[in-house]
């Protein structure tokens, strides 16, 4: 008779849960940076600005990577059975959600520059 291959202990999974979620946190946030910065600069053009708007890039392109991170990373441990296709879907709801979100404020900013 064959012996069962030995259980994973408590530690490793959480472990493994973790690096995962800490993967994919990386994943979202990289993703909600990128379409920060699109999103920056397509709003640039959209809306007639001053130059002094661009220095907005300093504060949305690291706060949608820390917001992406935290939520991608905590809905990976939220739903750890999730599979990558549930987790691009959700990424990618995330990075639309985070582009309408910087063109509708490059739009308030817009409207009242005195041009």
Same mark, same amino acid.
């Given at each position: ?10 530690? %490793?999974?959480? $472990?493994?849960?973790?690096?995962? @979620? ?5 994943v979202g946030g990289i993703a909600l940076a990128?379409?920060? @910065?699109?999103? /920056? $600069? ?5 809306? =007639? +600005?001053? /130059?002094?708007?661009? %220095?907005?890039? %300093?504060?949305?392109?690291?706060? #949608?990577?820390?917001?992406? $991170?935290?939520?991608? #990373? ?5 739903r750890p059975r999730w599979t990558p296709i +549930?987790?691009?879907? #959700?990424?990618?709801?995330?990075? @639309? %959600?985070? #582009?309408?979100?910087?063109? +509708?404020? =490059?739009?308030? /900013?817009?409207?009242? +520059?005195?041009?």
């Amino acid at each position: 008779m064959s012996t069962p291959p030995p259980e994973e202990s408590f530690g %490793l999974k959480l $472990f493994g849960r973790v690096a995962v @979620a800490i993967g994919w946190g990386f994943v979202g946030g990289i993703a909600l940076a990128v379409t920060a @910065a699109g999103a /920056d $600069f397509a709003g640039l053009r959209l809306y =007639n +600005q001053s /130059d002094s708007h661009y %220095l907005s890039l %300093l504060l949305y392109v690291p706060l #949608a990577f820390v917001a992406g $991170f935290g939520l991608t #990373a905590g809905m990976r441990l939220t739903r750890p059975r999730w599979t990558p296709i +549930q987790m691009f879907i #959700a990424v990618t709801w995330f990075a @639309a %959600l985070c #582009a309408v979100g910087i063109l +509708q404020l =490059n739009r308030w /900013d817009s409207s009242y +520059q005195v041009h």
